[in-house]
């Protein structure tokens, strides 16, 4: 069974630091992995989403890597600031599924002023 | 209309009432997904609707939970004798057909069972 483990849970950071938040699943038989956005009281919000082919994807200051065979993706925000507090899921599309998604519990990001 | 929207946004029930929440997707969106998520927890999936058809309810969890689409637009998802363990943020999302792209979800409808 396709398991999505996200850590941390929180992290807080003062403006202008780069980070990672790290995504890791247990059965490399995937399809693709995407990381979402969810903030509080709305809907989520796809940023980023990496076939299995593929190594990297970046849009503006976020940079996604999918490292398949060791079952790990990273999310990676440069100059990170205020509006970009929010909780970030990873999903997963095993192999076989059409539609269906794995999720992670997602990182609590917090950015400090 | 412009996104998803889902009604109510929150919901308040005792134990043991009938609850529907209402999801009105993206127009010209064939494919409605509802998903559950709890506290602290990533979505899990319920069911798939493709036009009007329940393609997949597996992710249901038991025979309290329905959902239907009728005319292939709006679904209503339907929990019948609610559980405190139902409580949770109920989501929905849309895309012009199966695939990854296009996926937009609504704001959920938060329901908490007393």
């Known amino acids: 069974k396709q398991e999505v483990t996200q850590i941390p ?13 790290n995504c890791s699943f247990t ?11 969810q903030d509080p009281g709305k809907g989520l919000t796809s940023l980023l989403l990496i076939q299995s082919s593929q190594r990297e994807q970046t849009s503006g200051r976020l940079n996604a890597s999918l490292d398949k065979s060791s079952g790990r993706s990273t999310l990676y925000i440069a100059a990170s600031q205020p509006g970009d507090s929010a909780t970030y899921l990873c999903a997963v599309r095993p192999e076989g599924s059409r539609y269906q998604l794995i999720w992670g519990a997602g990182t609590k990001l917090i950015i400090k002023p | 209309g412009a996104g998803v929207s889902q009604t109510p946004s929150n919901k308040v ?39 009007t058809g329940a393609a997949d309810d ?13 005319e292939g637009s709006v679904s209503t998802l339907k929990i019948q004798r609610t559980e405190r363990g139902d409580s949770a943020v109920y989501l929905c999302a849309s895309s012009p057909g199966l695939g990854d792209y296009g996926y937009t979800f609504g704001s959920g409808t938060r329901l908490t069972v007393v």
Do not use: M
């Open chain 1, 9 to 21: 849970a929180a992290l807080s950071v003062p403006e202008g630091e780069n980070l990672v938040l």
């Open chain 1, 27 to 37: 059965d490399s038989a995937i399809y693709n992995l995407q990381w979402f956005r």
């Open chain 2, 13 to 51: 029930t005792e134990k043991g009432k009938y609850v529907e929440l209402r999801c009105d997707p993206i127009s010209g969106h064939t494919a409605l997904y509802w998903y559950r998520q709890s506290l602290g927890q990533g979505p899990e999936f319920l069911i798939y609707f493709q036009g």
């Open chain 2, 58 to 70: 597996s992710g249901l969890p038991n025979d309290r939970f329905f959902a239907v689409r009728p």
